[in-house]
């Protein structure tokens, strides 16, 4: 077998999380084909984002509205990998709306 780098840990965040585990899942398919051995997907807390905004412009401080942006995050460990693996993950297309950070070591 091929030597190639020892391990890839891949992060995925989205604000939808069907979405994410789309991508996760391609992610996956593609890396065990190539015949890594994928540990995930793990899932990570859910960041929460919230905003308070007056209703009014000028006046009515009590009225008020709460919006919330949630970020789901997954996380892929891919062990001995070759270089068909780092191949076929750069070759992948994933869906828009999908934050990706790769770390070789």
Same mark, same amino acid.
């Given at each position: ?44 807390? *859910?960041?929460? +984002? ?6 009014? @412009? $000028? &006046? ?10 949630? *970020?789901?995050? +997954? ?6 990998? @070759? $270089? &068909? ?21």
């Amino acid at each position: 077998m091929e030597s190639g780098v020892k391990g890839i840990r891949i992060r995925l965040s989205a604000f939808d999380h069907i979405v994410l585990d789309e991508a996760a899942a391609k992610i996956l398919e593609t890396a065990e084909r190539s015949g890594a051995i994928v540990h995930g997907p793990i899932p990570l807390p *859910t960041k929460i +984002r919230k905003f308070t905004v007056n209703r009014s @412009t $000028f &006046k009515h401080k009590d009225a008020r509205d709460q919006f919330e942006m949630r *970020t789901h995050r +997954r996380l892929i460990d891919l062990a001995e990998t @070759t $270089f &068909k693996t780092i191949e076929s993950l750069q070759s992948l297309s994933l869906p828009s709306g999908v934050d990706i950070e790769i770390k070789m070591g």
